[in-house]
T-cell receptor
């Protein structure tokens, strides 16, 4: 069964304290791994897409990396405004009703950055 | 730029009542989706519409129906609400079905008593 597991469930950091979030996956044929950010009371906001092992993407203080079994979201010198829930999702070679594979989301990591 | 607009933002229903959640996007996207988000679980796909005129079931379609009214609008209907449908519902859109970049609305918090 295709699965996405994120860890830790929650992470508290001091401003400037770098760390990493983990997303491990088991899918039958990965077609892409995606990171989203979700603020309280809002819908998820797209951050990155990674397609193959070894690929890296960066945006401000965030850097996403991908291996064959997991992805990391590295946060360098975080600020309080980075506080949010970070969601990982994968697209696999699966389909509902004959169409293209849809996203499987993890439960998320809730990040809190204290000043 | 409104993006994806969902209405209502909050709703309380009694068991057995029906209601329709509305969603509209102004980005000229072809594909639209309905997800639900429950505490301790990831977002789960209810239904999606790859293009105008088509709809398909997702992971958890039971108890729901959808209508792709036109390219802009995609509604989700609960015919006979049950407490298990208490959740936060998100509508999303993308320019094509295989596109990973989904744009989400701000959600509808639904409680079924």
């Amino acid at each position: 069964e295709d699965q996405v597991t994120q860890s830790p469930e929650a992470l508290r950091l001091q401003e400037g304290e770098s760390s990493s979030l983990n997303c491990s996956y088991t899918v039958s044929g990965l077609r892409g791994l995606f990171w989203y950010r979700q603020d309280p009371g809002k819908g998820p906001e797209f951050l990155f897409t990674l397609y193959s092992a070894g690929e890296e993407k960066e945006k401000e203080r965030l850097k996403a990396t991908l291996t064959k079994k997991e992805s990391f979201l590295h946060i360098t010198a975080p600020k309080p405004e980075d506080s949010a829930t970070y969601l990982c999702a994968v697209r696999a070679f699966m389909n509902y009703g004959g169409s293209q594979g849809n996203l499987i989301f993890g439960k998320g990591t809730k990040l809190s950055v204290k000043p | 730029n409104a993006g994806v607009t969902q209405t209502p933002k909050f709703q309380v229903l009694k068991t057995g009542q029906s209601m329709t959640l509305q969603c509209a996007q102004d980005m000229n996207h072809n594909s639209m989706y309905w997800y639900r988000q429950d505490p301790g679980m990831g977002l789960r796909l209810i239904y999606y519409s790859a293009s105008e005129g088509t709809t398909d079931k997702g992971e958890v379609p039971n108890g729901y129906n959808v209508s792709r009214l036109n390219k802009r609008e995609f509604s989700l209907r609960l015919e006979s609400a049950a407490p298990s449908q208490t959740s936060v519902y998100f509508c999303a859109s993308s320019d094509r079905a295989a596109n990973e970049k989904l744009f989400f609305g701000s959600g509808t918090q639904l409680s079924v008593l």
